[in-house]
């Protein structure tokens, strides 16, 4: 089995004069060397570093998957630098990755369990703490839910996962990324009967023209943004269209800023597909050869029913362009321009979208009507030619998508209301028949509100343990989701992480986590890349494991003799074994890296891959390569090939010869792709006279997330320090409101008063005002609506009605 | 001690290059090395973090600078140690600062 930690050192030391140096020097050859795109250059430099142990690690931040090489002296991170080896990022970081070590360093790293006691917060052992927590499993087995999120390594979702699904049987686990990329998921199933982009990054390189769908991918996903940056100064020939409701850094490197009235996405895409009919501009020999037509049901569901062309071509007939320009504010010309774009074959044409198109009420919706915007053009399954979606949390899709870790999924796009599908889960799992529930737990709305709900009134969850995630900051409309607890009873919240955060502040029993190299782990990217890493640093005082911290309490469990954590033979849930068969005690924490518990649970996870064509590879080829693409598949010669266009012969190898194109999932069982009519439908609120103005929430470049990790870097905080309301000038002139002055903005949820940034680095169209959400002084979530795409139940985090007061000092 | 190694994407207009590469060279944190094209990379060593993160930022603002680009940061400070940080408190409570410098000067 592979070096379970390589033994890290306990931080100690001195760093010398001559380190300083080699530290310069290393630095001038790194920047030499990317300066060349010379990367064996930049490999060779840092290994003359002296003193400095360097191994690989995929960035802890955002869905990118950027490499760094993680420098380590004396038990501490003491060096970064872009991984030029890395496909992803060549050598480049952004300004968050480029502190990415400093993240393990704050002051207030949470290094002991505390348990409430008398309204504060106490150290306890651990072993206190896992029987707190058993205690309340065994109180209420039904009503223990667990809350993740992207962030969770592959091997800390599967074991959620089994705990909860195998184990508990409750079904009720669900992750952030809920909120963050459901209907991403939602809009792939319905396409094309499975989840995932069929493109890649390398779209980026080979694109003539990419379309950002309300996607400010130069603060979300800068090193993205940097790779199409690069080509334009370079001199390359790459337009970039930014479709958004705010102009943004973006927009600023954008050729054509075309702004649309929130929500109203859906006719743009409309519009563009009415004119491709219209024109007779559409590709007829590929979607006669590959798609099928579906529109929705009253209620909606996931797969709707099917429609005829005609029957299309009629929905879409109200869509005109003057139409368009009506419900969108983009001017008619420029629908016919965009329209013209698809209409060219010889364009490659690739579509980036993220939170702009998911957190949306139909967010199912957009994400259908822009995959059929491709399809109907026929710009799919060439290099340069797709659309893809970008996650905003590390593993959103290695861990939350492939291991399923959503409320009504398994492992491996297995589903848990199918009793074939439970059945075979529960013969890999060694389980008795039956022993996984067929009703799907509770999502991540519907589990917030059972939980600040009274029992006596419907409030089915009673405990929640949060790990790797910060949902008093992060939810919607957080008073009711989250804050409400207070007065609800007998709950009782758990949460593992690695600093104070408004959760914690809440929290019954606070739990110490491993942070990014003090653990091994996988990540999977927002490209289909799974990616490996050591520990390189040990966790802070008791900070351990979040992997090891469920397994500990189902050993717990199971010595308590509770039967779900024993599988049909009675054996523990969680028995692992190395490979010489042995039993691996991973849940006593000192043996837990005398294996490599990481690699023994990812080859119990692998076989599930396969199920859906999203086939992973040993474990060990992960260590030697930055990252595969699935399906990663082993030729004739053994090798283990990824893949980086999917459904295309010659590129996917589960297409069959002579198919060109086949999607072999499709859920109308003819290898066809399904092409969506969606109507644009007003959302559920709009502003009005009372709240007159759009509220519409993001992130920013210096900040992760809800800054709980960059928030302790001095650098990144001092540098984007607190949240603020982004005005458009006008708008500021109207209520009298210059740079800096204070303004209340009240929905009919809550109020928050932010400093005003006007003629700043965004800027909003007139009606529309923006805040981030990293601010934990600032919780803007207070006033956000908790309303969800019906399909995919992921809220809208960018849509609400506000007021705007200019308060007077 | 912070040590970051960067790369500079400089403008194509010859003039407005060589009056920003005028500027770079008079700067005491940087050190210049061999221009490729329109890349030069550069190291830039100042006592902390924070300042490191402020001439950067600068950097990106500067006339002639099209893009900017992080390879390398070297974290200790002289004692080897990460720089030490603020506790959460004092992150919320740093002043606002709304207007994120536009500056056209290096400090």
Redesign the interface.
């Known amino acids: 089995m592979t070096d379970a930690a390589r033994t890290p050192q306990p931080a100690t030391g001195a760093c010398s004069l001559d380190r300083r140096s080699f530290m310069k020097g290393t630095a001038m050859a790194a920047a030499i060397a990317a300066a060349r795109n010379a990367p064996a250059s930049t490999s060779s430099a840092l290994s003359r570093l002296g003193g400095v142990s360097w191994d690989k690690a995929p960035c802890r931040f955002c869905g990118t998957g950027c490499h760094v090489m993680v420098g380590t002296a004396e038990g501490k991170v003491v060096a970064v630098a872009g991984d030029a080896d890395a496909d992803v990022n060549r050598g480049l970081l952004c300004a968050k990755g480029y502190h990415v070590g400093e993240i393990m360093y704050g002051d207030d790293r949470l290094t002991t369990p505390l348990l409430r006691k008398h309204g504060e917060l106490v150290p306890i052992s651990w072993d206190e703490a896992l029987d707190v927590i058993a205690d309340r499993v065994e109180a209420d087995p039904g009503g223990f839910a667990m809350y993740g999120s992207g962030q969770w390594t592959i091997a800390e979702g599967y074991v959620a996962n089994k705990f909860s699904k195998g184990g508990l049987a409750n079904n009720h686990i669900d992750p952030n990324a809920r909120l963050c990329m459901a209907s991403a998921v939602t809009g792939f199933l319905a396409t094309y009967g499975v989840d995932e982009p069929a493109s890649c990054y390398d779209d980026l390189e080979a694109c003539d023209v990419a379309i950002m769908w309300g996607n400010n991918m130069a603060e979300a996903h800068p090193v993205l943004f940097s790779r199409l940056v690069d080509r334009k100064l370079r001199g390359g020939h790459v337009s970039i269209i930014d479709l958004a409701t705010r102009r943004t850094r973006t927009s600023d490197m954008a050729d054509r800023y075309l702004p649309f009235r929130p929500h109203t996405d859906l006719a743009v895409a409309n519009g563009i597909a009415h004119l491709l009919l219209e024109q007779g501009a559409f590709d007829q020999e590929f979607v006669q050869k590959h798609c099928n037509f579906r529109r929705d049901t009253d209620p909606m569901s996931l797969f709707g029913e099917a429609m005829t062309f005609d029957e299309y071509r009629t929905a879409l007939a109200p869509y005109t362009p003057e139409e368009v320009e009506r419900i969108s504010g983009v001017h008619a010309d420029d629908i016919r321009w965009l329209a013209s774009l698809f209409a060219d074959p010889e364009k490659r044409i690739a579509s980036f979208w993220c939170m702009g198109m998911n957190q949306h009420t139909r967010g199912t919706a957009i994400n259908t009507l822009v995959h059929g915007v491709h399809l109907l053009s026929g710009h799919f399954g060439r290099p340069g030619d797709g659309p893809t979606s970008l996650t905003g949390q590390p593993s959103a899709c290695g861990t939350v998508r492939e291991v399923g870790t959503l409320a009504h999924t398994l492992p491996g796009g297995r589903l848990v209301f199918k009793q074939p599908h439970r059945e075979w889960v529960e013969k890999q799992w060694n389980l008795p028949a039956g022993r996984i529930h067929d009703k799907p737990g509770h999502h991540t709305i519907k589990m917030w509100d059972a939980f600040t709900t009274p029992k006596d009134e419907g409030g089915d969850i009673s405990t929640i343990w949060v790990q790797v995630t910060n949902p008093a900051q992060s939810l919607p409309n957080s008073q009711k989701l989250f804050f409400d607890k207070e007065s609800a009873g007998d709950k009782f919240l758990i949460v593992s992480d690695v600093y104070p955060t408004v959760t914690t502040e809440q929290a019954d029993l606070v739990l110490p986590s491993a942070l990014w190299v003090e653990k091994n782990g996988m990540f999977g990217n927002s490209e289909r890349r799974t990616q490996q890493w050591f520990r390189q640093v040990l966790p802070p005082g008791d900070a351990r494991d979040d992997c090891w911290q469920i397994i500990a309490l189902a050993k717990r469990l199971f010595d308590r003799g509770m039967p779900g954590m024993q599988d049909k033979h009675g054996r523990f849930l969680f028995e692992l074994h190395d490979e010489s068969g042995a039993e691996i005690p991973a849940w006593d924490w000192a043996r837990y890296y005398d294996h490599n518990v990481d690699q023994a649970l990812f080859e119990e996870y692998r076989p599930f891959t396969r199920m859906k064509h999203k086939d992973l590879a040993p474990y060990e080829t992960y260590v030697n390569s930055r990252g595969l693409r699935w399906p990663v598949v082993q030729g004739d010669d053994g090798r283990w090939r990824e893949t980086r266009w999917r459904f295309a012969e010659g590129l996917d190898p589960y297409v069959s010869e002579g198919k060109g194109v086949q999607f072999y999932h499709s859920v109308t069982k003819d290898d066809r792709a399904q092409v969506w009519f969606r109507p644009y439908e007003r959302p559920p609120e709009m502003p009005d006279s009372e709240y007159p103005f759009w509220l519409c929430t993001g992130r920013v470049l210096e900040q992760w997330h809800t800054a709980s990790m960059t928030g302790r870097v001095d650098a990144l905080r001092d540098a984007m320090p607190v949240a603020f309301v982004e005005m458009h000038p006008k708008d500021a002139d109207v209520l009298g409101v210059r740079n800096g002055d204070r303004v209340e903005l009240t929905s009919r949820r809550g109020r928050l008063v932010l400093p005003a940034w006007v003629g700043g680095r965004g800027q909003p169209e007139r009606g529309n005002v923006f805040v981030p959400f990293f601010d934990e002084s600032k919780l803007i979530n207070r006033l956000t609506l908790d309303e969800t795409c019906p399909i995919s139940k992921q809220p809208d985090y960018k849509k609400c009605a506000v007021a705007l007061r200019k308060v007077e000092a | ?1 912070t ?5 500079l ?1 400089l403008a194509a207009d010859e003039i407005v290059r060589q009056r920003c590469m005028d500027r770079l060279a008079a700067h005491d944190d940087l ?1 210049l ?4 094209g ?6 830039l ?1 100042t006592a ?3 300042h ?3 001439v ?2 600068a950097l990106r603002e500067l006339p002639g600078v ?2 900017l ?20 408190a004092g ?10 410098p536009q500056e056209r000067t290096l400090p």
């Open positions: 001690m040590t970051s190694g960067l790369v994407t050190e090395g061999p221009a490729e329109l890349r030069l990379p550069v190291v060593t902390d973090a924070e490191s993160e402020r950067t930022r099209d893009h680009d992080i390879v390398f940061v070297g974290l200790t400070d002289g004692d080897g140690s990460p720089p030490a940080r603020a506790d959460r992150a919320a409570r740093t002043a606002p600062s709304v207007s994120p």
